[in-house]
């Protein structure tokens, strides 16, 4: 049983540019959360997206957006990007959008020069 | 920003040593849950804790919650090496939909 998969495992990008990640929910789960790392520092809720829609949004601003499919795989999208994008982002997969016991993929590394 | 804290921000034992990391937060929440990182990878869900519970186990694991004091704590008994990890606490909260909300973790290093 395939747990969390997200690609690419790391990334460069220029300051100004977009960028999109990808997140595969484990199987049976049809919630996935996305999470942005700061190097020592915990993780901080992007948003949620439940049923193709978004459910819940942490303090990001608008250039973060996302997307889920039909078959629960879910992409972020950052536009513009700026230096303090740079981070690890997890994506986290869930049943339902409670919260309850999230597994987490092992992320993508982006850093932005 | 994130909400609560977590202490110590490290913690340094010999293997067979217990560890014990606290948590605490500002705002009600719906249940706690406390993930293990290594190496700044993905995190692995160790253990939830309901708001009505007080106690929980599993294995090592133990998670006290005192909603009075608002904090939580994780005993990892008779440490080994590999439990080297970072742990963090995450709160649930329900704000008109479920949140939830990481703190900045307790780095452990175990010592063979």
């Known amino acids: 049983d395939a747990g969390v998969t997200q690609s690419p495992t790391h990334l460069i990008k220029t300051r100004g540019q977009q960028v999109t990640l990808r997140c595969s929910p484990k199987s049976g789960h049809d919630t996935v959360s996305w999470y942005q790392q700061a190097l020592g520092q915990g993780p901080q809720f992007i948003f949620q997206y439940y049923e193709e829609e978004e459910r819940q949004r942490g303090n990001f601003p608008d250039r973060f957006s996302g997307h889920q499919f039909p078959n629960y795989s879910s992409e972020l999208n950052v536009n513009a990007l700026l230096l303090g994008d740079s981070a690890l982002y997890l994506c986290?997969?869930?049943?339902?959008?409670?919260?309850?016991?999230?597994?987490f993929g092992p992320g993508t590394r982006l850093t932005v020069t | 920003s994130q909400q609560g804290e977590e202490d110590p921000q490290a913690l340094s034992i010999q293997e067979g040593e217990n560890a014990t990391m606290n948590c605490s937060y500002k705002?009600?929440?719906?249940?706690l849950q406390w993930y293990r990182q290594n190496s700044g990878r993905g995190l692995v869900h160790l253990i939830l804790?309901?708001?009505?519970?007080r106690e929980k186990h599993s294995g090592r694991l133990r998670v006290t919650l005192d909603t009075s004091k608002k904090s939580s704590s994780l005993l990892i008994t008779a440490s080994r090496a590999a439990d080297t990890a970072s742990y963090f606490c995450?709160?649930?909260?329900?704000?008109?939909?479920?949140?939830?909300?990481f703190g900045a973790g307790t780095r452990l290093f175990v010592k063979a």
């Open positions: 995450a709160r649930v909260v329900d704000t008109g939909g479920f949140k939830t909300i």
């Open positions: 986290a997969s869930s049943l339902g959008t409670t919260f309850y016991e999230q597994y």
């Open positions: 804790i309901r708001s009505n519970e």
């Open positions: 705002t009600s929440i719906n249940n």
